[in-house]
């Protein structure tokens, strides 16, 4: 596809659910980025992965919340034992180097 | 760290004023770049301008300019002529390149263009 692409776009759980939030990034990005934006709120930096490593993993958190990604493309981020408070937008964005990140159109989270 | 201030939270204006958005960075390094995006009612972040540190040229770009001043650490965003349909949150922020390419954003401006 011609951009960022995440699924799903919409996901309501219960509290104390396991969640996985799936990010396809732009074909031939290197990096990849995950943000949580709360209800007008401004973007929270949660990780960012440089190819299928992650150099800076310390916006997560909480133990509860950890992401991976497997050849330098799809990117997943589980969210253990949701909380209401992880209710949120979960934006996912790639870019290659320094160039301007490209977003998705985020996960809509509900933790009821 | 990296730190991106953007102190006014909302402004309201009538539909052809101008409206300047603050954004103020801090970091010691000397190589960083600064960016803003603009996110409409629907959500989806939208890329504007990315500045590098050692280019302090202004820009405009139709009735989008960006006044970067290294010396106030600033990096101002104005709207002249304003329209309803740039009513948007405005996000500014920084990537210092010491940091791993890490993008940092202010909190948002949320602009409301009214008729």
């Known amino acids: 596809g011609a951009g960022v692409s995440q699924s799903p776009s919409n996901k309501v759980t219960e509290k104390g659910k396991d969640v996985e939030l799936r990010c396809d990034p732009i074909s031939g990005h290197t990096a990849l980025y995950w943000y949580r934006q709360r209800l007008g709120q401004g973007l929270e930096f949660l990780i960012y992965?440089?190819?299928?490593?992650?150099?800076?993993k310390s916006g997560l958190p909480s133990d509860r919340f950890s992401a991976e990604r497997t050849g330098e493309s799809v990117s997943t981020l589980t969210i253990q034992r949701t909380q209401q408070e992880d209710s949120a937008v979960y934006l996912c964005?790639?870019?290659?180097?320094?160039?301007?990140?490209?977003f998705g159109n985020g996960t809509r989270l509900t933790v009821t | 760290a990296q730190k991106v201030t953007q102190a006014q939270t909302e402004i309201s204006v009538v539909e052809k004023e101008d409206v300047t958005l603050d954004c103020v960075y801090e970091t010691r390094d000397t190589t960083y770049y600064l960016f803003w995006y603009k996110q409409p009612p629907s959500g989806e972040l939208v890329f504007l301008i990315r500045r590098n540190s050692f280019d302090e040229q202004n820009e405009i770009s139709g009735r989008y300019s960006w006044n970067f001043q290294k010396s106030t650490s600033s990096f101002n965003f104005t709207i002249t002529a304003s329209q309803v349909v740039d009513s948007a949150v405005y996000f500014c922020?920084?990537?210092?390149?010491?940091?791993?390419?890490?993008?940092?954003f202010g909190g948002g401006t949320r602009v409301l263009v009214k008729p």
């Open positions: 992965f440089q190819g299928n490593s992650a150099p800076d």
């Open positions: 922020a920084a990537m210092i390149k010491a940091a791993g390419n890490k993008l940092t």
């Open positions: 964005a790639s870019s290659v180097q320094i160039s301007p990140l490209h």
